[in-house]
Structure formats: C-alpha cells, structure tokens
C-alpha cells in the first residue's frame, strides 16, 4: 500500500552477528578510519549513484560511520541498524543530523517509495539469502532510484585469500553470479587501508579473522602499515515510471 509501512507477515530472522564491530566497536572505528582515505569507493559510489540532494538510506549503518558523508550531501538520510548498541552510538554521533532507526534490511521501517538511494556497505557479502533484504531494497525505493552494495572482494590477495581461509564455504565466484542474476552491475576497486602504527594494524586483522587465519595474516603483513584491499560495487536502479 503506497505510503504506508509493509510490515512483515512473518517474523524477521534475527539478525546474523556481526562480531567485528558488536564485540570492538572501538577497534572498529579505528579500522573504518583507515579504509579507503583516498575516497576511491566514494567517488565510484557518487559516479555510479549520486546522492547529492536526494534521499539516502544506509541499511546496517553499524555505528553511523558513513552516515556524516552522506548527510553532508543528500536532502534525508535515514540509518537502518539492528543491534541496539550501535544504534545509539550512530544517535550520539549524528545527533539529529539523520535519523537513525532499529530495524533489520528484511523489515525496512520506510514507507513504499520513499528514498532514492539505498546503500549497504559491507553487509551483503553471502549473495544468496539476502533476497529479502533485496526486496525490501527495492519497496522502499522510488521508480529510477539506485541500490548500491560495497563488499569486499575475496578474490583479491592477500585479504580475499585471508576471508576464504577463514569462511571455507564462501564462493566469491558463486555471489558474484548472484548479484548479476539479481540485475546489479559490478565494478571492482582496489583500495588502501593505512593504518597509523602496526598495533592498530594488528588489532584490526585480529577482530576481523578467527585466531590462526589472525596471526598468519599480522605475521604476513609484518612491518606494514598499509594494505590494498579489493572491494566491489554493484549497483541495480529500479526502472522509472514510464507514460505512453
């Protein structure tokens, strides 16, 4: 029903965990302040998407980090965030620059037709399963409006090969047809992290991987402070109204 919440008939799955940033949300903000400094992903995003005077929606906007860029630029941006923590970290971050609501990406609480963009950053890496998520994505967006998912992509060395070891049963391959059979384009981008010293190197890599895939990855990079990190875009905008 247009204008109106479509509230789920059945009861949401619990959101999946994200330990990284629910257990060290500290850490995480250290590691967010080191991804990507040269704007790459940005750029793509606003070449691939503008969002500049539009109404922007960051599903799974964790603490809000990416919320200030977006607000800096769109009419609205609303952050969709299911764990309660996070959610009030983001409130005190943007304190009422954005609305920032609890809510998981399969039960979206915006009316139909109601944001131009919706990004989700990092938060899509399964491809198959997110078909809900997709759904709401496209409910809530207007005609000619833009989904966009950045995740990183594990076919790039040494960080893909990290995330493989790490999760056995992920087919980088497998979710890239997914997102093509879904109708998204894809781009891929290749960015640096810099980190500040080699402990927050080390801290980052050690909230990000279990314990061995961890300390291969700190022995790995030893000495260094920066790492290339391949992501990819993928971009589907949900055909505009046509008149005969």
């Known amino acids: 029903m247009r204008g109106a919440f479509r509230r789920a008939a059945v009861q949401p799955a619990p959101p999946i965990p994200s330990p990284n940033i629910w257990n060290w949300p500290e850490v995480y903000e250290r590691e ?19 969002f ?18 977006f607000a800096a630029e769109a009419a609205s941006v609303v952050g969709v965030e299911p764990h309660p923590p996070l959610v009030e970290r983001a409130r005190r971050r943007m304190a009422g620059a954005a609305r920032v609501l609890q809510a998981g ?14 990004h989700a950053r990092t938060a899509y890496f399964f491809g198959p399963g997110c078909e809900p998520g997709l759904a709401e994505a496209q409910r809530v967006l207007r005609p000619g409006g833009a989904i966009a998912i950045i995740d990183l992509d594990a076919t790039v060395a040494p960080y893909g090969e990290w995330m493989r070891a790490d999760i056995p049963r992920y087919d980088p391959a497998a979710v890239e047809r997914f997102f093509d059979q879904q109708g998204f384009s894809m781009r891929r981008l290749l960015v640096d992290w810099r980190f500040p010293d080699r402990a927050t190197c080390a801290a980052v890599l050690r909230i990000e991987f279990s314990r061995a895939v961890a300390e291969r990855a700190v022995v790995a990079t030893a000495g260094a402070t920066v790492l290339q990190v391949g992501y990819r875009l993928h971009v589907r905008r949900k055909n505009p109204v046509t008149r005969s």
């Open 32 to 50: 967010n302040t080191a991804q990507d400094p040269d704007g790459i992903l940005w750029a793509a995003l606003r070449e691939s998407a503008p």
């Open 105 to 118: 990406a399969a039960d979206l609480p915006l009316p139909d037709a109601s944001v131009d963009l919706v």
């Open 52 to 69: 500049e005077g539009l109404d922007v929606l960051d599903v799974g906007c964790g603490d809000g980090f990416h919320l200030p860029v």
